[in-house]
């Protein structure tokens, strides 16, 4: 049963905590991408990697650290740098990157992170 | 003026009926197109990827004017089913950089 999966679904931090967030794809997908959405806003990105190995910044990406030692994995850190870190985070996979017009991305089930 | 721009609605319409969403992007460069849809706390799932003038997928068609910038999503027969946000998301690409820019969505509510 191929997939993307997030983990854990809902995830509570005190400030000044980091927290890493679980993103898994047995898609055999190439590019794999952080984005966070708040009420209101479209979906924001925060960091993509095409390859393993490499990543790049999205529009957001202060206060987040990223990953890509496995083509499967790309977990995200939310560090307390970040202002404002509440939010519901999707992670997202396409079977390649930068040359296919058609290219679509599909998405895990998120999660969502309080911070009290 | 924001990248991708879609009336946030709600449109409340009754089942049967037949509704029209619009989206309207600034980039030209713009190179393809899809609708999603997301249901309430979930994640968005692809509806749609729109090739050239348009495309139709049973009750859903989408249309693309690259003149006029401007993609639409007609949905016939409405079902009870059909009721969530419906994203409008373009994407293009600068060097290797597959980007996706989203609207902020169209909340569609089917009433009994």
């Known amino acids: 049963d191929g997939g993307i999966t997030q983990s854990p679904k809902y995830l509570f931090r005190k400030e000044g905590q980091n927290v890493t967030l679980s993103c898994e794809q047995n898609l055999n997908h190439d590019a794999m991408y952080w984005y966070r959405q708040d009420p209101g806003q479209g979906l924001r990105l925060i960091y993509y990697s095409q390859i393993v190995n490499d990543f790049q910044k999205g529009d957001i990406a202060e206060g987040y650290s990223v990953s890509r030692e496995k083509k499967e994995s790309f977990p995200l850190t939310v560090t307390s740098a970040q202002k404002n870190p509440t939010a519901f985070y999707l992670c997202?996979?396409?079977?390649?990157?930068?040359?296919?017009?058609?290219?679509?991305?599909?998405f895990g089930p998120g999660t969502r992170l309080t911070v009290l | 003026r924001k990248e991708v721009e879609q009336d946030p609605g709600p449109f409340n319409v009754p089942e049967g009926a037949t509704v029209a969403f619009n989206c309207t992007y600034s980039n030209s460069a713009s190179q393809s197109f899809f609708w999603y849809r997301q249901d309430c706390r979930k994640e968005p799932k692809l509806l749609m990827s729109?090739?050239?003038s348009g495309n139709e997928d049973g009750r859903f068609t989408a249309q693309l004017n690259r003149a006029s910038q401007y993609i639409s999503l007609l949905i016939r027969d409405s079902k009870l089913s059909d009721s969530a946000t419906y994203l409008c998301v373009v994407n293009y690409y600068g060097g290797a950089t597959n980007k996706l820019i989203f609207g902020t969505g169209t909340l569609l509510a089917v009433q009994p």
């Open positions: 997202a996979s396409s079977i390649r990157s930068g040359y296919s017009s058609y290219n679509e991305q599909f």
């Open positions: 729109v090739y050239s």
